[in-house]
Structure formats: structure tokens, C-alpha cells
């Protein structure tokens, strides 16, 4: 259990970044409900969050005598932005479910000729 | 040592639920799962000397979030479809994601073990001071304008939503925006030109091509004779 007690570097929170997206990714690609699709799609973006998070942790960058806390700020946006995201897209789901009474996302073919 | 295996404990919940998130098959365990996901995030937020973020990231996402989320679930009811069904496409996103995943795991990997520390006197501000009062300071001097560029955002998130999820009553017409003569860009002259010349148009077809009706012989569609018999 060497790896349990070693120490934590920046490189530890990249691969745990690394796979909660590529997790995320997956359930976009794969998952036929919509909520599903905009809950994989929130994940996705929390793991830009720690890369951002780790990178301002570990680098932080020095301007004249004080630091930058650009990473977190940055976080902060993603954090914003996100939000509305879901919000806007928990409406299009729910006019969507008006529409056709299914999230079933095989079954949103109004454009398919 | 301690930081690490809080980092371990919290790095295995965060995937075990975000794996839950992406495979249960219930839509609603799914969304606890993404609380639990949010929340040991945080955690993981925290070991990176961003407290204020891991609290705004409990406050926003592990509750606000969630709760909007779970109550779109409920909207549209707890549905299941055929999704363990794996098709064609879908290995085909298994082998991408996986190939993604192996293609960064493999080189990040190897430099697992060559430390970077957190540099010291970074340290030494964040224990003294915390971090919410620099974040504060990045926030209002260096970003002021993409703040106020995302409170705008966030209100135009907020009216959009409410308009597209808004319900339409009986006798209400599909869109709001519709077309009437009265707001068209044409002005009454050109209206009465128009029709006009529409009139004079009719009125200078040949006689001989009006049937009885009065009407162009060619629009009507039913034969004369099959009427009369």
C-alpha cells in the first residue's frame, strides 16, 4: 500500500480530472435520456473545474510581489456558466417533454426528412 | 500522509459516483449519485487550498443544481427505456472514451511520482489568510468585466428559461411573434399599389377563359359533364 500514503502531486488531481471526464463523456455518448445527458454534461465540466483548481493550487502565478489567483477565478465562471446551463437546458427538456412526452433522445426526430 | 489518504477517499467516491451517474439504471439514483459526486469534489477542492470554491461548489451544485435537476426529473416522470442494450454505436463510443481515457492516463502516469509542491510562500498566504479574500481581489480587479458580463449572462439564462419552459394556454397561438399585415414593413402606399395591380391583373384575362362560374376554367378541378350527369 505504498501508493496510499505517497505523497500527492499535481499529477494525481490531472488523472482523477482526466477520468471524471472521460466518465462524463461516456454518459454523453451513451445515455439516451436527456437528464442523464445534461447530468454527465455538469460532471464534465466539474473536472475542467479541478484541472483549473490543481493548476492554480500547484503553478499559481506570481505578478510583481503578489499571486494570481486566476485558476479559481476561472472556476468561479465555469461554476456561473454551468448554471445557466442547466437551467436553460432543464427548460428545452421539459418543453421538449411537452412536445413529444418523452425524454427517450432517439425519439426528438422532427428534423429527420 | 493524511492529505493523501484524504485524497484517496474522496478521488474513489467521486468516481464510483460518477460511474453511478452515467450507468444506474434509474434516472433518479442517478442524481443522488451526482450529489455524492459534487460533493466529494468539493473535497477534492478543499486539499487544493480553494475553500471558498468548495463551498460554492456545495451551494451551487451539490444543492441548487441537483434540486433543479431532480425536479426536471419529476416533470417528466421516472422513465425507462432500453437502455442496457448495447449497440452498435455504442461500442463505438466505448472504444473512443476508453482509447481518450488510456491516451492521457498512460503518459500522465509516468509523472505521477516527480513532485511538484505547492510553492511555500503560496502556502503560507493561504494558511494566514485563506483564500476567499484573494479570490475576492482577483474577482474585482483583474475580472471585473467578465463578472458583470456573467451576471448578465445569468439573467439572460433566467428570462430565456422561463420563456421556453413556460406553458401555453388554449386559444394561445404556438409562437408570440406572428405575423399581421399591420406590422409588415409596407407602407399603405405601396399596399395599395400592390393591389391594384392585382385587380387590373384579373380584370385583363381574356373573356373567353372565365367559365360560368366566373372563375378561371383551369381551376376547376371537377370535368363539367360528370357534374351534370
Redesign the interface.
Known amino acids: 500500500m505504498d501508493f ?13 480530472a ?3 471526464f ?6 454523453v ?5 436527456v ?2 445527458v ?3 454534461l ?2 464534465m465540466l ?1 473536472a475542467v ?2 484541472n483549473f ?2 493548476f ?5 502565478p506570481m505578478y510583481g510581489d ?5 485558476g ?2 476561472f ?3 465555469i ?10 437546458g ?6 421538449l ?2 412536445r413529444y412526452s ?3 433522445m432517439e425519439r426528438f426526430t422532427a428534423l429527420n426528412g | 500522509m493524511m492529505e493523501s489518504i484524504i485524497f484517496w477517499v474522496f478521488a474513489t467516491f467521486s468516481v464510483v459516483a460518477a460511474l453511478g451517474v452515467v450507468f444506474h439504471k434509474s434516472i433518479i439514483y442517478s442524481a443522488l449519485f451526482l450529489i455524492a459526486a459534487f460533493l466529494s469534489i468539493a473535497g477534492i477542492f478543499v486539499l487544493n487550498n480553494a475553500d471558498f470554491l468548495a463551498v460554492a461548489q456545495t451551494v451551487v451544485y451539490g444543492v441548487g443544481l441537483t434540486i433543479v435537476i431532480l425536479f426536471g426529473i419529476m416533470f417528466t416522470g421516472d422513465q425507462f427505456f432500453n437502455d442496457s442494450a448495447v449497440t452498435k454505436r455504442q461500442l463505438l463510443a466505448y472504444l473512443i472514451v476508453s482509447l481518450m481515457t488510456f491516451g492521457v492516463l498512460l503518459p500522465a502516469a509516468q509523472f505521477a511520482y516527480s513532485v511538484i509542491p505547492t510553492p511555500p510562500m503560496l502556502r503560507e498566504i493561504l494558511i494566514t489568510d485563506g483564500s476567499t479574500r484573494l479570490l475576492g481581489f482577483a474577482m474585482f480587479n483583474q475580472y471585473a468585466l467578465p463578472f458583470e458580463v456573467a451576471s448578465v449572462l445569468l439573467l439572460a439564462a433566467m428570462v430565456g428559461a422561463i420563456l421556453i419552459s413556460k406553458k401555453r394556454f388554449e386559444g394561445e397561438e404556438e409562437s408570440s411573434i406572428k405575423y399581421t399585415p399591420s406590422d409588415s414593413a409596407l407602407t399603405d402606399e405601396a399596399r395599395g399599389l400592390m393591389e391594384s395591380t392585382l385587380t387590373s391583373l384579373a380584370a385583363s384575362k381574356p373573356a373567353d377563359e372565365l367559365d360560368a362560374d366566373g372563375d378561371d376554367a383551369s381551376t376547376d378541378n371537377v370535368p363539367r359533364e360528370t357534374v351534370e350527369v
Not at chain 1, 496510499?4 to 482523477?16: C, D, K, M
Not at chain 1, 472521460?22 to 454518459?27: D, H, M, Q, V, Y
Request: hydrophobic share 60%; charged share 10%; aromatic share 8%.
Open positions: 496510499l500514503t505517497a505523497h500527492i502531486g499535481l499529477s494525481h488531481y490531472l488523472i482523477l482526466a477520468l471524471l472521460t466518465i462524463g463523456l461516456l454518459g455518448i451513451t445515455s439516451r435520456n437528464i442523464r445534461l447530468m454527465s455538469e460532471l466539474n473545474n479541478i483548481v490543481a492554480n493550487n500547484f503553478l499559481a503578489h499571486f494570481l489567483f486566476s479559481q477565478a472556476a468561479i465562471f461554476l456561473t456558466v454551468s448554471a445557466a446551463e442547466a437551467a436553460v432543464l427548460a428545452i427538456v421539459i418543453a417533454y411537452r418523452t425524454v427517450d
